[in-house]
């Protein structure tokens, strides 16, 4: 069974520093590319970053480039996200998810495998 973990949320001073971690099981993650999504209270659902199968590709979103990070360890079927700089407006629960894909999107439509989301929350 597919099954995607995430972990390392917490909470954090402004301008301050978190990794989150998305644990795969259930499946070899080296097929399937890698999507970081975040959704704050009241607001949908917004595409943060994503990788393809092999780390070749990634993607973010403008108002976090330059301060996150995305990687992959495929023998480790984890994905991280290095998140740097973190801003009040980066206060969300952060959700990985998993398309079977080289390619990576930010669109969440595209994306059928879900983990249940890790807090962040970014706050002096």
């Known amino acids: 069974q597919l099954q995607l973990v995430e972990s390392g949320g917490g909470l954090v001073q402004p301008g301050g520093s978190l990794r989150l971690s998305c644990a795969a099981s259930?499946?070899?993650?080296?097929?399937?590319?890698i999507g970081w999504f975040r959704q704050a209270p009241g607001k949908v659902r917004e595409g943060v970053s994503c990788i393809s199968t092999n780390g070749g590709s990634t993607h973010y979103v403008d108002s976090v480039k330059g301060r996150f990070t995305i990687s992959r360890d495929n023998d480790k079927n984890t994905v991280y996200l290095q998140m740097n700089s973190l801003k009040p407006e980066d206060t969300a629960v952060y959700y990985c998810?998993?398309?079977?894909?080289?390619?990576?999107?930010?669109?969440?439509?595209?994306?059928?495998?879900w983990g249940q989301g890790t807090q962040v929350t970014v706050s002096s």
């Open positions: 998810a998993a398309v079977k894909s080289y390619w990576c999107t930010l669109i969440a439509g595209s994306f059928r495998s």
């Open positions: 259930g499946f070899t993650s080296g097929y399937y590319a």
